[in-house]
């Protein structure tokens, strides 16, 4: 079978840009959530979010930008980052043999919303001419494609917070398969709208903010939890079939060795343990690992109640005694949910945790829940661990799970 | 200030384009404007003339079509007697 490797990353999010100062954010326990300071905050009930300080306009032309949703925006220039990372020489390579897998939850939010804001609202708004474009799903697939002139196919990928991790896994499979050698990976969401955020407001899945400190309110895996915090952003890597990246001396952070899928068919918002162990069994077994392989799991851990106590149980019904010898954190207790771009941002957490033997911490855990019972590396990062395979787990509304496996590629 | 002059600078203040390489002879899609974008553009032209531009304008190449096309709509408001308001400049006449 051929084999994948991951030859790039780049990441836009709420604890910083760029790999190196996204990765010490989390390791030094930095968050990046906080009180917004939108016009609209005072309508809210959760008043916080995990915004990425990010200005189109200073990375891409403001012709550029006129027509890009900030999801596009966050989408080019995580993917440009990438590229730049994997050192790949468009115009040396055959570009029909690469693809664009990109997964997003909500799309463009901004440009769908101020458009309806305005038509609701006011009998003489114009629609801008490139609203459909700009709001399509597609737009950030098409466009990293259309920059970078890649011919193969550029697919779109929205199943809720597991987007990415499956447009990631669906791309693995494609290279496997021979459909193309290489592809531009990730996901971004830029949803910190008005009306988004009223929306996870009503469905009260959002956490309590803590007044003395904003930046503590998401508590994964802590019996005091109260939910998540929306957060948005963009990571991208690239993939590159093994042979492929090693002919042109590639850089290899790893091999993206398992994907597994799976649905719970149970219910559209409750997680389902068995739905998720499935997943997590399907991705090791792609992987040819065992439990007593992995080193490190980036669980999906929202911080919400019952989410929390049903991922617990997943991993215990999946690795068995190993479940509890494993690190395993959340690190959306710093960088927010991330939606779309959850399951990329976090399989970039896993492979730099790998590459530089750092296992970042579950932030802000202060009480211990008896449903939640594993090593959630409460205690600050673990420095110096040769961690050898790491798993992140996508859990998404619609009873959709998507598990990724990444091992050293020098195993 | 003659149209031209106030289309360059609407075009520089919303794409954050170079005044120099703007001239009336230059094309759009030499300075990056694609049809898209200037459609997107066309709303900054009828709030700043108060006009209706019209939306289809496969003959709009250059810049000096579209200041072309707008002093045309101001002659012809100019006649007509109707419009949404007075000038805020001496584009018509300062174009003729």
Known sequence: ?411 | MKTFEIVRDLLVAQFELDPQAIQAQTALDEVGLDSLAFMEFLFALEDKFHLKMPEHQPQVKTVGDIVDQVDRLLVARLETGQGEGQLETGAVKDAQ
């Open chain 1, 1 to 411: 079978m051929r084999k994948v490797v991951v030859t790039g990353m780049g990441i836009l999010s709420p604890t910083g840009t760029g790999k190196d100062e996204f990765f010490a954010n989390l390791l030094n326990g930095r968050s990046g959530v906080q009180r917004l300071r939108d016009p609209f905050v005072d309508k809210l009930t959760t008043k916080i979010a995990a915004p990425t300080l990010f200005q189109g306009e200073h990375h891409l032309s403001r012709l550029k930008c006129a027509t890009l949703d900030r999801t596009t925006q966050l989408a080019l220039v995580a993917a440009t980052q990438a590229i730049t990372d994997a050192a790949i020489d468009i115009d040396g390579v055959d570009t029909e043999r690469i693809g664009v897998y990109w997964g997003t939850g909500m799309g463009s939010a901004h440009t769908v919303e101020d458009c309806y804001a305005g038509l609701f609202s006011d009998a003489h708004y114009r629609v801008r001419p490139a609203t459909v474009v700009m709001a399509m799903n597609n737009a950030a697939a098409s466009q990293i494609a259309l920059d970078f002139g890649l011919l193969g196919p550029s697919l779109t990928y929205s199943s809720a917070c597991s987007s990415s991790a499956v447009a990631i896994g669906e791309a693995l499979r494609a290279i496997r398969a021979g459909i193309i050698d290489r592809a531009i990976v990730g996901g971004a969401d830029a949803l910190l709208t008005y009306g988004t955020m009223r929306a996870w407001d009503a469905l009260r899945t959002l956490a309590v903010e803590d007044i003395d400190d904003p930046g503590s309110s998401c508590r994964p895996f802590s019996a005091d939890r109260t939910g998540f915090v929306l957060g948005e952003g963009a990571a991208a890597l690239v993939l590159e079939e093994a042979h492929s990246a090693s002919a042109r001396a590639a850089k290899i952070y790893a091999e993206l060795a398992g994907y597994g899928a799976s649905t719970d068919a149970r219910h559209i918002a409750r997680p389902d343990a068995q739905g998720q162990a499935r997943a997590i069994l399907a991705a090791l077994a792609d992987a040819g690992l065992a439990p007593a392989d992995l080193g490190y799991i980036n669980a999906h851990g929202t911080a919400t109640q019952v989410g929390d106590a049903v991922e617990t149980e997943a991993l215990k019904l999946s690795l068995g005694s190993y479940a509890s010898t494993i690190p395993i954190s959340s690190t959306k207790a710093l960088h927010g949910h991330l939606m779309g771009a959850a399951g990329a941002t976090e399989l970039v957490v896993s492979l730099l945790a790998m590459q530089r033997g750092c296992v970042p911490p579950t932030a802000h855990y202060r009480i211990l829940d008896p449903a939640c019972d594993l090593d959630y590396v409460t205690e600050g990062a673990r420095h110096g661990v040769p961690l050898g395979a790491v798993m992140s787990n996508s859990f998404a509304f619609g009873g959709n799970n998507a598990v990724l496996v990444a091992k050293d590629w020098d195993r």
